[in-house]
């Protein structure tokens, strides 16, 4: 099953590499992303379960965030043929094999075990969505794209110092040399403590950078605002994702050394000053696309926020990692609609997008109060929870400073997005032909309702899943 898992999307790559059809080739997508959910909710519905010699293993914490990446893609591939039969003069070969071997190499560092193959994943991730950003073909692109590359680059190689670092604190405990997650947490009371908290640090800025944490984000504002709406929310809802379970990985190994406290400071330190960060450059963002490459800087500090502050709220912050996710899509894809609606993204050029395209501009108002935490949508659930969590372990300070940045973003991006459906549209917008239809619109709408549906109520088998991962980083052995 496991192998089922990473080797299907993959194999269907090489088919859409291969296929010469341009028009047939993004339907794969939609049959990639249906034959994986399949598959995945098969493996959810047995007991855990592992590959050859402990290498991959679908764990307690690898269980529900396999199930969301694999709905938050088959959203993304509904919306793919409609949104590529709408851009003929680009070839999509090189898309549709790049968006399904990434899907691949997620759930390999989902399922990785061992801590250089959960690496390899990672860096194989990053190399294979460099190319999804440059779909455009422009100068900005492909700045945005080395951009991402290289400070990904420098990222991952810290991420590789830190593991390093791991591994030789293993062998100064004069205990044997071994890369597997089970075997480290097992030993992690024996661990070297100088050398642990020192590959703490580096694994969690070069796995920060991919999340896109700031002061490590500088790419994130560029990557998505050049990049395909569908590219944005993979990379919001993907990437950052699969990066986010790489450092919950290692501060399993820390929670069970003991130096679960050491590893908390770090992330609420991370955490607040992700927040802020976006607070201030969202205030007046005239690109709509770049202000929401500082709503997943926000968000991605919401997550690591919650699991420094420890009991409740870690339960709320993998919660948030769902929510958010699925408002991405929300936001991304409208937001790409609504770029294709006006030929700009910037708020001097486009206003008035009720008029002009009502369903997207609709469903981009909508997501803005779905990711800023407005009731009844699921990221107030998981964004109170949080907020709970931050009172109830004695960090009321921290709790404070959450609810003023939330007021904070709620008021600059509330502003940006005001200006974009509001108003009336520019007359230098009638030549453009795009339309919403029923293909690039629906699959939006899906997950505006799943998002509706968290907000309201937690479907049991979710919080099970969300519950158990939550007692799986803070156990001890």
Same mark, same amino acid.
């Given at each position: 099953?496991?192998?089922?898992?990473?080797?299907?999307?993959?194999?269907?790559?090489?088919?859409?590499f291969?296929?010469?059809?341009?028009?047939?080739?993004?339907w794969?997508?939609?049959?990639?992303?249906?034959?994986?959910?399949?598959?995945?909710?098969?493996?959810?519905?047995?007991?855990?379960?592992?590959?050859?010699?402990?290498?991959?293993?679908?764990?307690?914490?690898?269980?529900?965030?396999?199930?969301?990446?694999?709905?938050?893609?088959?959203?993304?591939?509904?919306?793919?043929?409609?949104?590529?039969?709408?851009?003929?003069?680009?070839?999509?070969?090189?898309?549709?094999?790049?968006?399904?071997?990434?899907?691949?190499?997620?759930?390999?560092?989902?399922?990785?075990?061992?801590?250089?193959?959960?690496?390899?994943?990672?860096?194989?991730?990053?190399?294979?969505?460099?190319?999804?950003?440059?779909?455009?073909?422009?100068?900005?692109?492909?700045?945005?794209?080395?951009?991402?590359?290289?400070?990904?680059?420098?990222?991952?190689?810290?991420?590789?110092?830190?593991?390093?670092?791991?591994?030789?604190?293993?062998?100064?405990?004069?205990?044997?040399?071994?890369?597997?997650?089970?075997?480290?947490?097992r030993?992690?009371?024996?661990?070297?403590?100088?050398?642990?908290?020192?590959?703490?640090?580096?694994?969690?800025?070069?796995?920060?950078?991919?999340m896109?944490?700031?002061?490590?984000?500088s790419?994130?504002?560029?990557?998505?605002?050049?990049?395909?709406?569908?590219?944005?929310?993979?990379?919001?809802?993907?990437?950052?994702?699969?990066?986010f379970?790489?450092?919950?990985?290692?501060?399993?190994?820390c929670?069970?050394? %003991? =130096? /679960?406290? #050491?590893?908390?400071? *770090?992330? &609420?330190?991370?955490?607040? +000053?992700?927040? !802020? $960060?976006?607070?201030?450059?969202?205030v007046?963002?005239?690109?709509?696309?770049?202000?929401?490459?500082?709503?997943?800087?926000?968000?991605?500090?919401?997550?690591?926020?919650g699991?420094?502050?420890? %009991? =409740? /709220?870690? #339960?709320?912050?993998? *919660?948030? &990692?769902?929510?958010?996710? +699925?408002?991405? !899509? $929300?936001?991304?894809?409208?937001?790409?609609?609504?770029?294709?609606?006006?030929?700009?993204?910037?708020?001097?050029?486009?206003?008035g997008?009720?008029?002009?395209?009502?369903?997207?501009?609709?469903?981009?108002? /909508?997501? #803005?109060?779905?990711?800023?935490?407005?009731?009844?949508?699921?990221?107030?659930?998981?964004?109170?929870?949080?907020?709970?969590?931050?009172?109830a372990?004695?960090?009321p300070?921290?709790?404070?400073?959450?609810?003023?940045?939330?007021?904070?973003?709620?008021?600059?991006?509330?502003?940006?997005?005001l /200006?974009?459906?509001?108003?009336?549209?520019?007359a230098?917008?009638?030549?453009?032909?795009?339309?919403?239809?029923?293909?690039?619109?629906?699959?939006?709408?899906?997950?505006?309702?799943?998002v509706?549906?968290?907000?309201?109520?937690?479907?049991?088998?979710?919080?099970?899943?969300?519950?158990?991962?939550?007692?799986?980083?803070?156990?001890?052995?």
């Amino acid at each position: 099953m496991l192998s089922a898992l990473i080797g299907t999307p993959l194999l269907l790559a090489l088919i859409a590499f291969a296929m010469p059809w341009e028009r047939v080739r993004p339907w794969l997508l939609p049959v990639a992303g249906l034959a994986h959910l399949g598959l995945t909710l098969a493996a959810l519905a047995g007991p855990v379960e592992a590959g050859p010699q402990g290498w991959l293993v679908l764990d307690r914490l690898g269980r529900p965030v396999l199930g969301f990446l694999s709905v938050l893609f088959l959203v993304c591939a509904l919306y793919a043929p409609g949104y590529l039969a709408q851009r003929p003069e680009r070839k999509n070969r090189v898309f549709c094999a790049c968006v399904l071997g990434s899907l691949g190499t997620l759930t390999l560092l989902v399922l990785a075990h061992h801590l250089g193959l959960m690496w390899v994943a990672l860096e194989t991730t990053t190399l294979a969505s460099a190319p999804l950003i440059y779909f455009n073909h422009n100068a900005r692109s492909i700045e945005a794209t080395w951009k991402y590359l290289l400070i990904g680059s420098v990222g991952i190689a810290l991420a590789l110092l830190g593991s390093f670092f791991l591994a030789y604190g293993a062998l100064r405990s004069g205990l044997p040399s071994t890369l597997l997650f089970d075997d480290l947490v097992r030993h992690a009371p024996e661990l070297s403590k100088p050398w642990l908290h020192a590959s703490f640090v580096l694994l969690l800025v070069g796995f920060g950078t991919k999340m896109g944490l700031a002061p490590m984000h500088s790419w994130k504002p560029d990557a998505y605002g050049e990049a395909p709406g569908l590219v944005g929310t993979l990379l919001a809802g993907g990437l950052t994702s699969g990066a986010f379970v790489a450092i919950l990985r290692f501060f399993h190994i820390c929670s069970a050394a %003991g =130096e /679960a406290e #050491f590893a908390r400071q *770090l992330l &609420l330190a991370l955490g607040l +000053l992700s927040m !802020a $960060v976006a607070g201030v450059f969202m205030v007046r963002q005239r690109d709509f696309k770049r202000m929401l490459a500082y709503s997943s800087v926000e968000h991605m500090g919401i997550l690591v926020l919650g699991i420094g502050l420890g %009991g =409740e /709220a870690v #339960f709320g912050a993998l *919660l948030h &990692l769902v929510n958010n996710g +699925l408002c991405k !899509a $929300v936001l991304f894809l409208s937001a790409g609609n609504i770029h294709r609606a006006f030929g700009s993204k910037r708020t001097e050029h486009v206003s008035g997008a009720l008029r002009r395209v009502p369903g997207s501009a609709a469903l981009f108002l /909508a997501g #803005f109060f779905a990711i800023t935490g407005s009731p009844p949508f699921g990221p107030f659930m998981s964004e109170f929870t949080i907020v709970r969590g931050a009172f109830a372990t004695g960090h009321p300070a921290v709790g404070a400073a959450f609810l003023f940045f939330l007021v904070v973003i709620f008021i600059g991006m509330g502003a940006t997005v005001l /200006a974009v459906v509001q108003g009336e549209p520019p007359a230098s917008v009638t030549a453009v032909a795009f339309r919403d239809r029923f293909s690039t619109i629906a699959p939006i709408v899906l997950a505006l309702v799943m998002v509706l549906v968290m907000g309201v109520y937690i479907p049991e088998p979710v919080s099970r899943l969300l519950r158990d991962a939550a007692s799986f980083l803070e156990a001890r052995p």
